[in-house]
């Protein structure tokens, strides 16, 4: 019997993607996140007596500034071989695209296959067979596992392989092959990477995805790790999930419908906090909240969105101190009653509402008024030109959008319940059947 580990996508020394610009974003818990998750890995190593360990590409991220990342996996690599522990490496996308990886040297304990060709270890000692090829430029678009040679029947035969398998959604479609080419190859375990979040495509033959062993970024959510395989009698026995991250991406999607007032959507907040909290096991939490359903609350929440989010930020502070963080706060939520139905209502509000609807640019209009932007998008900061939740002005997508947010805000502004903002439009709705005195 031995054990070992399968992980990839190690990221070493990533970006932080802008979150640092964020007030309160936890900068210094996702900045040395990646390293203290492969310390995690070590010791698990260790503490379970692996055999080897396998790293399926993309263990850096691009090219480095400096030899200190390379310096810091290299030590890694000491400990594991001080434990007696083998490693395996075949390179990803973003590990070639790294010029200071190729003039480094490896502890002997570590095998970096080649990029040229596939390549093959055998352990006699445990009877597995390890075959591997790396990315020798950044887009490998040929199916790399054909050039695999057939298992050896009297081997434990183990496939490392860095590859898009038959494509993934948000992945680049890098050395892609199929579930049955991989099967023919005769091996009993293919150790993938690329791809980052688990997933166990076949168990048989075992053919593993182990996810990135830390979540970056939002798209990044739930829990991640490693692989630990046990291989009894030249059988897989046992394939488990082993968490090594040091902080969590989270997206809570919250029911409010039937909420009546704001202080109850409040109260769902709460809870819904507490228990994304909970579900970390002591790691900060950052965390995406999107209030969605039909409620009584929607006026009042949209109307004064700016001070929920506030709101909502303080309450994670209070409840987790630096535990949990609201990286952003989507208000997905509808009116009780059918905007669309109260529009075609023969009365007051539904000639409002159908004026409202009619707020809209036409084609010439909506570019002459890009082009007027232009000049705006100019003075801006570059960072809010770029990222994930890029702005421009000008984009006449983004105008629309900005036009649908005001027609939205003069609508909760009209079904608003709240009589002492009459100035503002806000008592409309409840007083259109009544004297306007007291207005």
């Known amino acids: 019997m031995f054990k070992y580990i399968h992980a990839a996508d190690i ?3 990533s970006a932080l993607h802008g979150l640092d610009r964020y007030e309160g974003a936890p900068v210094d818990e996702i900045r040395g996140a990646t390293r203290r998750a492969f310390d995690n890995l070590v010791e698990l190593a260790i503490d379970e007596g692996v055999a080897f360990v396998l790293l399926a590409g993309d263990l850096y991220d691009g090219d480095w500034k400096d030899y200190n990342t390379g310096l810091y996996f290299v030590a890694r690599m000491r400990r594991l071989a001080e434990a007696g522990i083998k490693v395996f490496i075949v390179a990803g996308n973003h ?30 000692e445990l009877n597995v067979s ?13 199916d790399l596992s054909r050039g695999y040679p057939q298992g050896d029947p009297q081997l434990f035969n183990i496939g490392l392989l860095h590859t898009c398998l038959d494509g993934k959604a948000g992945h680049e479609p890098y050395a892609p092959c199929t579930v049955d080419g991989l099967t023919t190859k005769g091996y009993q375990y293919w150790a993938l990477g690329h791809v980052h979040k688990r997933e166990e495509v076949s ?11 830390q979540g970056r970024h939002i798209r990044e959510t739930g829990a991640k790790g490693c692989t630990l395989v046990t291989v009894e009698h030249g059988e897989v026995a046992e394939v488990v999930h082993r968490d090594l991250d040091v902080m969590r991406w989270s997206v809570c999607e919250l029911e409010v419908s ?17 228990q994304e909290l909970d579900l970390a096991q002591g790691r900060p939490v950052a965390l995406r909240l999107l209030l969605q359903g039909a409620c009584a609350a929607h006026p009042g929440l949209h109307l004064e969105r700016e001070r929920w989010i506030q709101e909502y930020r303080a309450l994670a502070a209070g409840i987790g101190g630096a535990g949990i963080w609201l990286e952003k706060v989507s208000f997905e939520t509808s009116p009780v009653a059918s905007v669309d139905d109260m529009r075609g209502a023969d009365d007051a509000l539904g ?12 084609e010439a209009a ?16 570059p960072e809010l030109l770029a990222g994930e939740e890029a702005y421009d002005p000008a984009d006449p997508e983004q105008i629309e959008a900005a036009l649908e947010d005001i027609r939205s805000l003069l609508v909760n502004r009209l079904l608003s319940p709240d009589p002492a903002a009459c ?12 004297s306007p005195s007291g207005c």
């Open 11 to 13: 990221h070493l020394d």
């Open 95 to 124: 590990d070639a695209a790294s010029r200071l990886t190729r003039h480094l040297r490896l502890p002997e304990n570590v095998t970096l296959f080649d990029t040229r060709r596939p390549e093959r270890v055998v352990l006699p």
């Open 130 to 142: 390890v075959c591997g090829q790396g990315f020798a430029n950044r887009a490998i678009t040929e």
């Open 203 to 213: 168990r048989d033959p075992w053919i593993v995805f182990p996810g990135n062993v």
């Open 258 to 274: 039937g909420s009546d007032t704001v202080d109850r959507v409040y109260e769902l907040v709460r809870e819904a906090l507490q």
């Open 351 to 362: 000639g409002l509402l159908g004026g409202l609807q009619k707020l809209v640019f036409d």
């Open 366 to 381: 909506l570019h002459a008024l890009s082009a007027e932007l232009a000049d705006l998008r100019r003075k801006l900061p």
């Open 423 to 434: 100035r503002y439009g806000r008592c409309i709705l409840p007083r259109l059947d009544r």
